[in-house]
């Protein structure tokens, strides 16, 4: 697929801003091209970073450390201020704002929405189907000339169910559009990720995030994987300095630590089938949904008064109600084994008081 034809003029024509270091690519050196403190930072000194200096603005340390841990060659990974901020700029790389639009399936995560909105783009909303799966035929019927990206998410939030493949990759076949594929709960599935497709089909762009399985919300990272071409684009168009210091010395730390992460994805799992399992004992439970992610769907017969009272217990769960195809759902996210516990008291509480 021509992806330059997909792309926004102004961007196409960008001159991105540039510094000294993207021709002088060392730290070594007496370094005075940026305007910074060389006598040093009022942090502390951490294990050696000097937070007085500028990051990397290729981000080539922690492109190479996740590459190598993901199998993904670093020339198709670009980091975000998570993957958030990936969004965001996916959508201002490709959607003209007040012409294209963009489709949306729902319910899903809210944020892409947001992107454009902001962005002054057209979102088109379509649903997923009664599975929460892709419906083919609204998505063909919704677009036009000025469609240009569709968000799909897999496993989904709020549904928790992952997205058929096939569908995915007839999509990115038969339309000649971006399609952004959200993979942020990935890592808690069982099945596989369609990272490796982008070798094949490269408008498909895959977007992962370390703030869910990896435990780092806190250092808000997120990467997207996608074709060079669409790679090189991103970082003509990010702040010259997106990722942190800070960020990238965490993310260091925790991808050699990548076994406490497989651990805490064991643990999540595995309370994750204990709670549904207690959650399906419950009459006020009308239905717990299968999920890959690490939350639970949950239909109460009434979940404003559930919300409500686990609110006054200082437990705070999701409301996703007002959601299409959600009436009286809510999102709960799995927590450790206490405060699941402390959940399941509570719940049986309110399951009793109504009886
Ligand atoms: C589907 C999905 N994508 C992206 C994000 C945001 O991830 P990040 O923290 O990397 O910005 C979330 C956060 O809840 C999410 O649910």
């Known amino acids: 697929m021509d992806i330059k034809s997909l792309i926004r003029n102004n961007i196409l024509n960008l001159k991105p801003y540039t510094s000294a270091r993207d021709i002088y690519d060392s730290t070594e050196g007496i ?6 403190n060389s006598f040093g930072s009022t942090f502390i000194e951490l294990n050696g970073i000097e937070l007085n200096r500028y990051p990397d603005p290729h981000q080539k ?20 201020v998570g993957s958030d901020e990936v969004i965001d700029l996916l959508v201002r790389v490709f959607c003209n704002p007040g012409k294209d639009n963009v489709i949306i399936p729902e319910p899903t995560y809210g944020m892409y929405k947001v992107a454009c909105d902001i962005n002054n783009i057209e979102t088109r909303e379509i649903l997923l189907n009664d599975d929460f799966q892709i419906d083919l035929d609204a998505i063909k019927e919704k677009v036009d000339e000025k469609t ?50 982008i070798k094949n089909l490269n408008n498909l ?18 990467f997207c994987v996608a074709d060079e071409e669409i790679i090189n684009i991103l970082f003509m168009v ?59 769907l949950v239909k109460f017969e009434n979940a404003k008064l559930v919300q409500n009272k686990l609110f006054e217990k200082g437990i705070i769960v999701r409301d996703r109600s007002t ?6 759902c809510l999102r709960i996210s799995i927590g450790n084994e206490e405060e699941n516990d402390i959940l399941w008291e509570e719940l049986r509480k309110i399951e009793k008081s109504k009886n």
């Open 31 to 36: 370094l005075l091209d940026a305007n910074e």
């Open 61 to 80: 340390d922690i492109r190479k450390i996740t590459g190598d841990y993901y199998s993904i060659p670093s020339e198709n990974i670009f980091f975000g």
């Open 148 to 197: 240009k990206m569709i968000f799909l998410c897999s496993p989904n939030n709020p549904t928790g169910n992952e997205l058929n493949k096939t569908e995915i990759k007839y999509l990115c076949n038969e339309l000649n559009l971006i399609i952004v594929l959200d993979e942020a709960y990935i890592d808690f599935s069982i099945n596989d990720t369609l990272v490796n497709e």
């Open 205 to 222: 762009i895959v977007l992962r995030t370390f703030s869910k399985a990896w435990g780092l919300a806190g250092i808000r990272s997120g």
């Open 238 to 296: 990010k702040a010259p300095y997106n990722i942190s210091s800070l960020t990238r010395y965490a993310l260091e730390k925790a991808v050699v630590n990548f076994s406490l992460k497989d651990k805490y994805v064991t643990s999540i799992i595995k309370e994750k089938e204990r709670l549904k399992n207690q959650l399906e004992s419950l009459q006020i439970v009308k239905k717990v949904y299968k999920s890959d992610a690490n939350f639970l």
């Open 323 to 328: 959601q299409p195809k959600l009436e009286n």
